[in-house]
């Protein structure tokens, strides 16, 4: 069990650009989540995926974002024409529909900063 | 709409005090409420869970309390130290949802 892992830990980009975050959760976790936090702010909830099914979205999630886990294992995160406001730490979590707590378990983030 | 409120926000102790970290929520139909710990710029680090049936957790120097029908959990931290410098947050999961939602934590600095 090597954790949840997230890549790249650091993005820096123009704005207009389009990025990519790849996140890879606990293995055997069927349960992923993508939340974004703010500088001073807790993280907020932005969509989850029970295996490959995308099973919620926020409204924080507009049209430009968009989350994908195609097999249930792995899942990226793209947004496109990015803009200042999207400068944040994008976290990822994973947990288990078989643990009795649900404890979800995070990765150590990708800073995006939009230049 | 259930909202998570962390009081104090920010709190500077000498080493080997005694600490109470404050959350509240306003929707008392939680699953469950984890308190976590972040480092500056990295990920969460998963302290105690909390089910909703549950009245408090323990771990090492750490307790926390629920009282759901008051809306508050607390986590306390016994004869604090320097390495327990970080960002406290709380965050419940309600009912019927998966997601959690987070208050806007507490930053704790332990000096020597």
């Known amino acids: 069990d090597t954790g949840v892992s997230q890549n790249p830990r650091h993005k820096i980009t123009k704005r207009g650009q389009n990025v990519t975050f790849r996140c890879d959760p606990i293995s055997e976790h069927n349960r992923l989540y993508w939340y974004r936090q703010t500088l001073g702010q807790g993280p907020e909830f932005l969509t989850y995926?029970?295996?490959?099914?995308?099973?919620?979205k926020s409204r924080l999630l507009s049209d430009r974002f968009s989350a994908e886990r195609p097999k249930g294992s792995f899942s990226t995160l793209e947004i496109q024409r990015t803009e200042q406001g999207d400068s944040a730490m994008y976290l990822c979590?994973?947990?288990?529909?078989?643990?009795?707590?649900?404890?979800?378990?995070f990765g150590p983030g990708t800073r995006l900063t939009v230049l | 709409k259930q909202e998570v409120t962390q009081i104090p926000a920010a709190l500077s102790v000498p080493e080997g005090e005694n600490l109470v970290l404050n959350c509240s929520f306003t929707d008392s139909a939680i699953y469950n409420l984890q308190w976590f710990r972040q480092d500056p710029g990295k990920g969460l680090t998963s302290l105690l869970l909390i089910q909703s049936s549950q009245r408090e957790q323990t771990s090492g120097r750490l307790n926390a309390s629920l009282d759901k029908s008051s809306g508050r959990s607390t986590l306390y931290i016994a004869a604090s130290q320097p390495g327990d410098s970080a960002t406290y947050l709380c965050a419940v999961d309600l009912y019927n949802t998966d997601k959690l939602i987070f208050g806007t934590g507490t930053r704790l600095q332990v000096f020597p």
């Open positions: 979590a994973s947990s288990s529909q078989r643990e009795s707590t649900d404890t979800q378990y």
């Open positions: 995926f029970q295996n490959e099914a995308q099973l919620e």
